[in-house]
């Protein structure tokens, strides 16, 4: 079972920060991530999604070459580039993987402008080392499907840590 959890930051840059290190994180096999996706709001207050997987591109890249192929097939490669590239990236368009688009912008108007949002599908977590590594990076938790301590233990790692103040002063 996934859990879906979304955390606002002050920035899109460090929404970007946070996100590229629950990456690292992944490639030692301390999370799996289903999707990873940074929501921005406008000044107008347009939401933005920055997504990881392009379904567009990655469907017109893969209908391109299966058009290629089947144009060969006929002789007329260049006219199977392009229609395979072009029925590709509708399919890809229509595709939505990862968590819903709709779901993920209706979520991000609690957002204020120029602020940024992180939205993370996490199929599996150790718990405690992921908490660790993202100890004191700010953020606030907005919602989660974890449970009541797991959310909160989520909370207080984010939380920046601030200095104590020096004994005698």
């Known amino acids: 079972m996934s859990d879906l959890v979304f955390i606002s930051f002050p920035s ?43 379904p567009t591109a990655f469907g017109a890249a893969s209908g391109a070459f299966w058009g290629l192929l089947i144009g060969a097939l006929f002789l007329m490669p260049l006219a199977g580039v392009a229609v395979g590239a072009a029925s590709g990236a509708i399919g890809g368009a229509l595709t939505d993987v990862g ?11 609690a957002l204020r402008p120029g602020e940024a949002g992180l939205f993370l599908l996490i199929r599996k977590m150790t718990t405690d080392k992921v908490l660790d590594y993202l100890k004191g990076v700010g953020g606030t ?29």
């Open 99 to 109: 968590i819903n688009d709709a779901k993920m912008k209706d979520a991000a108007q």
């Open 12 to 54: 899109e840059a460090k929404a970007e920060e946070v996100r590229g290190k629950i990456l690292e994180l992944q490639k030692d096999y301390l999370i799996e991530v289903g999707d990873a996706v940074i929501a921005t709001k406008s000044p107008s207050g347009h939401v933005k999604l920055n997504q990881l997987m392009h």
């Open 141 to 169: 938790v907005v919602s989660s499907s974890f449970d009541h301590a797991k959310e909160e233990a989520l909370k207080a790692a984010l939380a920046p840590h601030v200095p104590a103040p020096a004994a005698g002063a």
